[in-house]
């Protein structure tokens, strides 16, 4: 029998949505010839998924292939068309036509380490003025959603006159194509496929790309709902960084601890002269030390031992890691560490972890 195949088209970078070509009912070579438009940038990587359903009444859709496509790959100003080969067996292929465009509008600000990617945020407030509602509508719910924002969807009871309504947030990718959908709560609702008459009833639907930034816009004042909405840009500072180094403060500590550290060895070796700052070692190399320092006489052998040593502790399984033997080993050392008066992180569990996975003991680790 002949397949009901569509497309669908994601790209994470772009748009949360995933959007669909329509169904080309039994067809063995369908043709879509539809236009999809994402906007995106070019300091980020941008992976178009593609993949080609056959529509089921009944059943699930069955997924019958899917394509990776980097855009990078299509040059600025540049109209390509490419054939992409689905089964070498029957001979089945997709062919898409790409099209890359500036546009005039400014470029994004992106803050990234080449590895994560910081983009600009924007915060919708959503209002709904309950002063005028109908009592009947009053004691309904509804439900709002920003697909790919931070909270997602909320609910809102719009309450009585007397306890007027607080305002919703939504923290969102600002150029991300975010639409904001409001339905009744007690139905179920078809925030992303509103296709019927009736559906489209119960379901509003905002495009948030098109609201002036910093301004309340009202839009919809009848006798269902009073709301109004307004976007304004997130400036607030990153709560992670970004950067691979250590961070300033942290290079700072380590600066000072190696001037207490050389004259504490200068005064204990008897040196006659300073310490230099390259002659203070400090991590990483904590742990080579004392695992070399092992063997009083390690200078004088050969290192292929501890380098042999150092690659079984590679190579070895890992699982062992998290027997319940090491979990209550970790569970007990957090519990002393916190008993001494330290805050305890993700970051103390690591460390026992690779403490677990680089050596068979307990790591002892110099640390100037």
């Given at each position: 029998s002949q397949t009901d195949c569509y497309v669908s088209l994601s790209l994470p970078t772009a748009s949360p949505e995933t959007v669909r070509t329509k169904t080309i009912k039994n067809c063995k070579d369908p043709v879509w010839n539809e236009t999809f438009c994402f906007r995106i940038q070019s300091q980020v990587k941008n992976i178009l998924e593609m993949k080609v359903y056959d529509e089921n009444a009944v059943t699930k859709d069955d997924l019958l292939f899917t394509i990776l496509f980097d855009v990078a790959k299509i040059q600025l100003g540049e109209n390509v068309r490419l054939t992409f080969q689905l089964n070498p067996k029957t001979q089945e292929m997709l062919e898409v036509e790409f099209a890359s465009e500036s546009i005039p509008v400014?470029?994004?600000?992106?803050?990234?380490?080449?590895?994560?990617?910081?983009?600009?945020?924007?915060?919708?407030?959503?209002?709904?003025?309950?002063?005028?509602?109908?009592?009947?509508?009053?004691?309904?719910?509804?439900?709002?959603?920003?697909?790919?924002?931070?909270?997602?969807?909320?609910?809102l009871s719009l309450g009585s006159f007397w306890q007027p309504t607080k305002p919703l947030d939504f923290h969102y990718i600002k150029y991300s194509l975010s639409e904001l959908h409001v339905a009744l709560a007690e139905k179920k609702p078809h925030f992303y496929s509103c296709t019927s008459g009736e559906e489209k009833k119960d379901c509003l639907t905002i495009p948030l790309d098109?609201?002036?930034?910093?301004?309340?816009?009202?839009?919809?004042?009848?006798?269902?709902?009073?709301?109004?909405?307004k976007s304004n840009d997130w400036s607030r500072n990153l709560d992670v960084r970004l950067e691979f180094d250590l961070c300033t403060e942290e290079k700072n500590f380590l600066q000072k601890r190696k001037k207490f550290v050389a004259s504490a060895l200068?005064?204990?070796?008897?040196?006659?002269?300073?310490?230099?700052?390259?002659?203070?070692?400090?991590?990483?190399?904590?742990?080579?030390?004392?695992?070399?320092?092992?063997?009083?006489?390690?200078?004088?052998?050969?290192?292929?031992?501890?380098?042999?040593?150092?690659?079984?502790?590679?190579?070895?399984?890992?699982?062992?890691?998290?027997?319940?033997?090491?979990?209550?080993?970790?569970?007990?050392e957090l519990k002393l560490r916190k008993q001494e008066g330290y805050q305890i992180s993700s970051v103390d569990f690591w460390g026992l972890l690779l403490e677990k996975a680089l050596s068979d003991g307990v790591a002892f680790s110099l640390c100037f």
């Open positions: 400014p470029p994004e600000k992106l803050v990234t380490n080449g590895v994560l990617v910081s983009r600009e945020i924007s915060c919708l407030e959503v209002l709904v003025d309950n002063r005028w509602t109908k009592k009947e509508l009053s004691e309904k719910e509804f439900l709002f959603s920003v697909k790919g924002s931070y909270e997602e969807s909320q609910t098109l609201l002036p930034l910093n301004e309340k816009v009202t839009v919809a004042k009848d006798e269902t709902i009073n709301l109004h909405v200068k005064k204990a070796l008897h040196l006659e002269q300073d310490l230099q700052d390259h002659e203070v070692w400090g991590r990483p190399y904590g742990l080579t030390l004392s695992h070399l320092y092992q063997s009083s006489e390690w200078s004088h052998k050969d290192l292929s031992r501890p380098i042999g040593e150092v690659r079984r502790h590679m190579t070895k399984c890992k699982l062992s890691c998290f027997s319940l033997e090491s979990l209550k080993y970790y569970a007990k």
